[in-house]
Each structure stands twice: as structure tokens, then as C-alpha cells.
């Protein structure tokens, strides 16, 4: 299941999830084996979606693999929806590579043509290789590299013409009664020029319908404007009002859903519909000892219910778009987000190599164009815990910036930062966010107050006195279970003492407008991460990798109860 709603009421969409062929490939070998058309005798079923760091025997693997299968079409050209995948994919249909990207969290679309009626082989190699140089993430991360297509794979019979994208900007007028819209949609034609009306509802109601004429095989861009919905409710935490948009044309609809709110930062605050919003929040991995990053639905759901008991209003997606299902939900839910890409923790070298930059604007672009419609997301992260003291950091943090602002100009940008005493790239965000880890890592908890002051004073220094302060990351590792009467580090004690401290002292602070909590559930490691790591998991989380509740979760949700 890719979305909560259907995107297609009329096109033919068959799930490919199921079991596969698969076939690890650590000599690389298969392209001159020609896989692609023949998997080794020895090739075993898997389960997709799915990580096959959870397979037995391959909790370690890191490398390429192959997955194959069949499917069947009726019609003459299909689009295969990769949702989720590691790394770099190549995809093969009867024998013949049809496509290839580096960069799988926001998924892949492959528009194949001239098939026959009837049964196709498709074969896919997928590469979870990291290096030190430009694959996005590193090979130094604090998370595990799983590998394989994590997420749903869809098969979309596509009739001659279709619709492939409709993006839908608003703007709310000044009572925010009304909206005004303007929709950009992107139709393709496999045939010859030919006119069709293009027709707009709105939760079922018509708004307008236009005629468009098609040019010949290739892509035509509609844009409909000032459309005006009027008497609308507002999308927010408290109530959050969503409209399903249907487009149709032809044989074909796209369906997106969306809710109208405004998100602004003003005066040293975030502003949600004008209102000022603090953020009681998780940072959150999509991670579990079973299922790797392809978290199931029922998962989920339950993540978004132990996130809202402990009283949080919102999640940052730490560290790579999240699966859309999960965006979903939050939108359902009220809950804000965090979206960012899997940058985490790039040295000055890695920042300057071309090919970091190319792959993180096409991160950056790709997550914009797939997230844009959903009102739970309010800020854009543009990396996690770069070096962002060097000119390369800072580089490559305007060219980040400027792109997300050519697509989305309606939600603010931050990013994490653990240097910002001598960070040079506050110039590209909105608001200042600090990972900061004083008790654990550095020196003595007490430290955090000194911190702040001297925060603030680079901010005035900076001329930026009333840039709004979020802290990003901080927290403690505690193992599950473990509790002594004095409390040392790894205890649940110490975990517990440390997130009072810190979210009381946080809270005190009126330049501070949000906490993320590090983090919400403890998560399996990479192994090249030189950091002490007690079972080869990052253990800060405040419910273990099996949502069971430490102490601390009490005293997180007892603080968040308490907050502004
Ligand atoms: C960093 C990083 C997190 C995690 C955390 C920790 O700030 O952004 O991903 O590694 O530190 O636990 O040390």
C-alpha cells in the first residue's frame, strides 16, 4: 500500500509485492552473467517489500543483489512504481535495462513502452554501497544501511493518454475563508495530437474543467489558475481538514489530497495559521528489528498513537523522507513534520565532491515534488550535522536552499546543525536548529545554560537576534530494563534525569520554540560508526526497538503535558 487514498480510480494498478527471486551479488558478476534475463540456480524467494539485511544469513550484507519476476499487461506501454529502494537501481524488463537512479526514500517511475499483451520478465539490481566520498548517505552513519526495494512496487496499465502529475499551490485569502489555486498538470501522450477536457473536483464536486490539446507523443503542461475555493476549513493540529482533488482526462485520474494552512516564521516564532505553535516533538527512524525500513502499516499506526500519548505534536523525520503512508497519517492525525534528506554528518571533502551536490539537489527535488500536497509537513531540512563551518558546507547549503525555494516557497527552512557556535550557514534557513548532546557526549548537562547564552550571542552577532531557536537532538542512551539505585549512564535513571533536566530548562527559554526529543525508539547501527554503541543499536531511544516504554517516555510525556 503506497497512499490512504486511491490515486487512480480508473487506471488498472496491480501490486507487485509479493515474493521475488532474489540473489545477493557481492562479486558483481550479474550484469555479465546477464541476471537480468536468467537468475542463478541457486536464487531464493524474499518477501517485497523488505530489507534483506533481515533475512537470515544476510543481517550484514552490504553490496548489490538482484530481485526478479514476472507480470502481465494489457496494455501496450505500463509505468512501474518503485516506492522504496536502497541506493542505486537499474531496472531490466525482458533482458533489457530501462532505467537507473541513484536514490531511492522518495522511489522511482519507469515508463516502459511497446509491450506485447501477456507476461513480461522484469529484474531489478539494487546497490546499497556507501563510501566516504558522495554516496548520500556515507558510509558513517548512526543508522543501518539496509538494502533492497522497502517499500510497495506498483504495475500501472496506462492508457494513450495520461495523467502524470498534478502539483496544486493555494493561497489563502486574507480571512482565510477562501482559497485561490493554481494547478500545474503534467499530461502524456503516446499517440497522435488530439483534444480531451481536463476536469477538476474537489471532494467530489466539479471546480472547473478546461480543453486541452495534446501534443503528439510527449508531454504536455497545463496550468489552471485563479480557481477560487471558497467557505474552506483550515487544515491544523487540532482539526485537520483534508480535500481530495480528482483530475480526469479521458481514460485516466490522478487524485491528490491536500488541506489549506499557512506556516510562516515572524517575529522569532513558527506560526501555524497565524498562531504561534511550539514544537513538543521525536526525532524518529523508520526502523524496526523485523522489518529494517519497511516499517508495515500496522506499525506505523501504532508508532503515530505512542508519539500522540506521549503528547507530542510533532516528528521529525530523522533522516530520510519517510514513507508516504506514514505522511499520510500525520496528515489524518494533526501531527507537524520534519522532512529532510539522508545527509547526515558530511566532512568538508564529501561537501565539495560535484557529485554530493548533484545527488543532494536531486534528493532535494525529488522529496519536494512528492511531499508538496501535505499540510503535515511544515519545515524543510536541508541536512543533518554537515560541516557547516567550511565554505563548502556553505556552498552547498545555499545551493540546497535556493532550489527548495524555486519549488516551495510556503513552508520554512532549517537544518541541524552540531557546530552553531561557528556555523556559517544560518544565512540559508529560517529558523536555527541545534543538535547538542552536553551530559553525554560533552562535558557536564549544566553546560546547556552557558550554551544558550552563548547562542544567542552569535545570533546577535550574526544580526539575527530573533531567529527562532528549535533543539534538534539531545538526549541519553539508556538500555532497556537496566535501573540502579545511582543512576550512571546507559541506566534508565540517567536517561530519565537528563530529559527532565534538559525539556524543563528548554521550556523556560522563550527563543526556544521547539524540542526533538533523540529519539523516539532505539535503532540498529551502521557498523562503521566508530561511537561506543552497547548491542550495535543507537539506545537513545525512549521506547526500545520493540516500542516498550523506559522510564523516561513517563517523564517526557508528563513534561510535554506541563509545556507551552
Ligand atoms: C547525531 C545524529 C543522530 C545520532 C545522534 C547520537 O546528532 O544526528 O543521527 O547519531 O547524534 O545519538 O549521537
Same mark, same amino acid.
Given at each position: ?32 552473467? #546477464?541476471? !537480468? ?20 544469513? %544476510? !543481517?550484514? !550484507?552490504?553490496?548489490?543483489?538482484? !530481485? ?16 522504496? $529502494? ?63 526495494? $522497502? ?33 500545474? *498538470? ?9 483534444? +480531451? ?28 489558475? +485563479?480557481?477560487?475555493?471558497?467557505? *474552506?476549513? %483550515? ?13 480526469? %482526462? ?12 499557512? *506556516? ?75 522532512? +529532510? ?26 522529496? *519536494?515534488?512528492?511531499? %508538496? ?6 519545515? =524543510? ?56 548532546? $552536553?551530559? =553525554?557526549?560533552?562535558?557536564?548537562? +549544566?553546560?546547556?545554560? #552557558? ?38 549512564? =546507559? ?74
Amino acid at each position: 500500500m503506497n497512499r490512504l487514498f486511491d490515486r487512480h480510480t480508473q487506471r488498472r494498478v496491480q501490486s507487485l509485492d509479493g515474493f521475488w527471486q532474489f540473489q545477493v551479488d557481492p562479486n558483481d558478476i550479474g550484469v555479465a552473467e #546477464q541476471w !537480468y534475463l536468467q537468475m542463478p540456480a541457486d536464487s531464493r524467494r524474499l518477501l517485497v517489500p523488505g530489507c534483506w539485511n533481515n533475512e537470515l544469513g %544476510l !543481517y550484514h !550484507y552490504e553490496g548489490s543483489a538482484w !530481485y526478479s519476476r514476472s507480470f502481465t499487461c494489457t496494455t501496450p506501454q505500463v509505468q512501474l512504481l518503485f516506492h522504496g $529502494f536502497t541506493g542505486q537501481m537499474d531496472v531490466y524488463v525482458n533482458g533489457r535495462r530501462v532505467a537507473s537512479q541513484y536514490g531511492g526514500f522518495t522511489g522511482m517511475a519507469v515508463v516502459v513502452e511497446n509491450l506485447e499483451p501477456g507476461e513480461h520478465q522484469l529484474a531489478v539490481r539494487v546497490d546499497n554501497t556507501h563510501n566516504d566520498r558522495n554516496t548520500i548517505p556515507l558510509a558513517r552513519v548512526d543508522w543501518f544501511h539496509y538494502g533492497g526495494l $522497502f517499500r510497495s512496487i506498483e504495475l500501472h496499465e496506462l492508457p494513450d493518454v495520461w495523467l502524470q502529475d498534478a502539483q496544486i499551490r493555494y493561497e489563502l485569502d486574507r480571512n482565510a475563508r477562501s482559497v485561490s489555486l493554481t494547478m500545474d *498538470v503534467t499530461i502524456q501522450s503516446f499517440g497522435a495530437e488530439t483534444e +480531451e477536457r481536463l476536469t477538476v473536483e474537489v471532494n467530489g464536486e466539479e471546480l472547473c474543467s478546461v480543453p486541452v490539446a495534446m501534443a503528439a507523443a510527449g508531454a504536455t503542461q497545463v496550468q489552471i489558475s +485563479e480557481q477560487t475555493l471558497r467557505d *474552506v476549513q %483550515l487544515w491544523d493540529c487540532d482539526a485537520p481538514h483534508l480535500y481530495l482533488f480528482r483530475f480526469t %482526462l479521458g481514460d485516466d485520474d490522478l487524485q491528490e489530497r491536500i488541506g489549506f494552512r499557512t *506556516v510562516e516564521v515572524n517575529d522569532g516564532q513558527l506560526l501555524l495559521n497565524g498562531r504561534p505553535l511550539n514544537l513538543k516533538g521525536v526525532n524518529r527512524h523508520e526502523d524496526h528489528p523485523d522489518w529494517g525500513f519497511a516499517i508495515p502499516l500496522h506499525l506505523m499506526r501504532k508508532d503515530v498513537e505512542i508519539i500522540k500519548m506521549l503528547g507530542c505534536n510533532t516528528i521529525r523525520g530523522s533522516h530520510y523522507p519517510n514513507h508516504p503512508v506514514f505522511l499520510d497519517l500525520l496528515d489524518e492525525e494533526g501531527i507537524v513534520f520534519w522532512e +529532510e534528506i539522508p545527509m547526515w554528518g558530511f566532512p568538508e571533502q564529501a561537501l565539495a565532491d560535484p557529485l554530493t551536490r548533484e545527488r543532494g539537489l536531486a534528493m532535494h527535488k525529488a522529496m *519536494v515534488c512528492r511531499d %508538496l500536497h501535505h499540510p503535515s509537513i511544515i519545515l =524543510w531540512g536541508l541536512h543533518n550535522e554537515i560541516d557547516t563551518r567550511t565554505q563548502a558546507g556553505l556552498q552547498i547549503s545555499q545551493a540546497f536552499a535556493e532550489q527548495v525555494k524555486t519549488l516551495d516557497t510556503s513552508r520554512p527552512l532549517t537544518y541541524a546543525t552540531h557546530h552553531p557556535l561557528d556555523d556559517i550557514c544560518l544565512s540559508t534557513a529560517d529558523i536555527v536548529s541545534v543538535n547538542k548532546y $552536553f551530559g =553525554w557526549y560533552e562535558g557536564d548537562i +549544566e553546560r546547556w545554560e #552557558q550554551f544558550l547564552v552563548d547562542l544567542k550571542a552569535k545570533l546577535q552577532w550574526e544580526g539575527r537576534p530573533h531567529m527562532p531557536i528549535i533543539i534538534s537532538e539531545f538526549g541519553a542512551g539508556a538500555i532497556y530494563g537496566d535501573n540502579t539505585f545511582e543512576a550512571p549512564k =546507559w541506566t534508565e535513571g540517567y536517561q530519565t534525569d537528563y530529559l527532565a533536566y534538559t525539556l524543563e530548562l528548554f521550556d523556560s527559554d522563550p527563543a526556544i520554540i521547539g524540542t526533538y526529543v533523540w529519539q523516539y525508539c532505539d535503532i540498529r547501527t551502521a557498523r562503521e560508526l566508530d561511537l561506543g554503541r552497547p548491542r550495535s543499536f543507537n539506545n537513545k531511544g525512549i521506547v526500545n526497538e520493540y516500542r516498550k516504554p523506559k522510564q523516561a517516555f513517563w517523564k517526557v510525556q508528563e513534561r510535554y503535558a506541563k509545556q507551552r
